[in-house]
């Protein structure tokens, strides 16, 4: 029998905008079209990241878990962490064996090359640290990469897909605002909850281009080896365009000599 989900509470301690949205949305967030392509997300990853059952994998903000259940149902064993307790108690229920779930900011994570494998997907952390009241120092999403990099054994791969500038201005909407000194994307929309309810919510998005990810990973420590155009539920090898929502990014830690 599925269990029951839990009621909805706020999370810990918030210490990031996307905790209030998240208690918002709950369940809910898994009833939008982005979420629909797991199936082949998952199955390029495994193919190009090389996966394995036994292989251990990192999935940085994980959300409801969506990636890593798919991993785990391949007996692959996945540490899935995101800063919404809301999404990592939805994340839990039913979870596979060897695939587990944490609380955790991706700005301070604790791992020294415990992974195979690290991915973070369609902005569950990576690219959602630019924005909103307190905004930390430097580059938040550097410091993710520098976190995602740290947890990788010598030779794993991180998988980091990036909201693609390109498209962002390209279809700019009018409910849209790109701060072009920062590459940052403000929206308000209004977002529905498990039950209905309608509540506006900002969000923030950071945008890059092909040469910016490639920097970041260099000053990482990390060996860029693919830089694909990507969109939800349709990865492919395909070279950098203007067309699709976002980039994929596919590096090494080097291997030791």
């Not at 604790?110 to 569950?124: H, K, M, T």
């Amino acid at each position: 029998m599925t269990a029951a989900l839990p009621e909805s509470s706020p999370s810990p301690e918030p210490s990031h905008w996307f905790e209030a949205l998240a208690d918002h949305l709950g369940e809910a967030y898994l009833r939008y079209s982005f979420t629909m392509g797991t199936a082949n997300e998952v199955s390029f990853l495994v193919e190009v990241l090389g996966l394995e059952p036994g292989m251990r994998v990192l999935d940085v903000g994980c959300g409801p878990g969506r990636h890593a259940r798919a991993l785990g149902e391949l007996g692959i064993e996945v540490h899935g962490v995101d800063i919404s307790q809301r999404f990592v108690e939805i994340a839990q229920l039913d979870a596979p064996a060897g695939v587990t779930f944490e609380r955790l900011d991706a700005r301070s994570m604790p791992f020294d090359g415990e992974f195979d494998a690290v991915i973070s997907l369609c902005q569950g952390a990576f690219g959602l640290a630019g924005g909103g009241a307190s905004v930390p120092l430097g580059d938040p999403d550097a410091t993710v990469l520098d976190g995602m990099a740290a947890a990788l054994r010598p030779g794993g791969r991180v998988a980091v897909s990036a909201f693609s500038a390109y498209f962002q201005v390209r279809w700019l909407e009018d409910s849209d605002s790109f701060d072009a000194a920062a590459g940052v994307n403000h929206e308000r929309t209004e977002l529905r909850s498990p039950n209905g309810v309608r509540a506006e919510h900002d969000l923030w998005t950071t945008c890059f281009t092909p040469r910016e990810l490639r920097l970041l990973a260099a000053r990482s420590g990390l060996l860029v080896e693919h830089i694909w155009s990507v969109s939800p539920g349709e990865y492919a090898r395909r070279d950098p365009d203007l067309d699709h929502h976002e980039f994929l990014l596919v590096a090494q830690r080097p291997p030791v000599p």
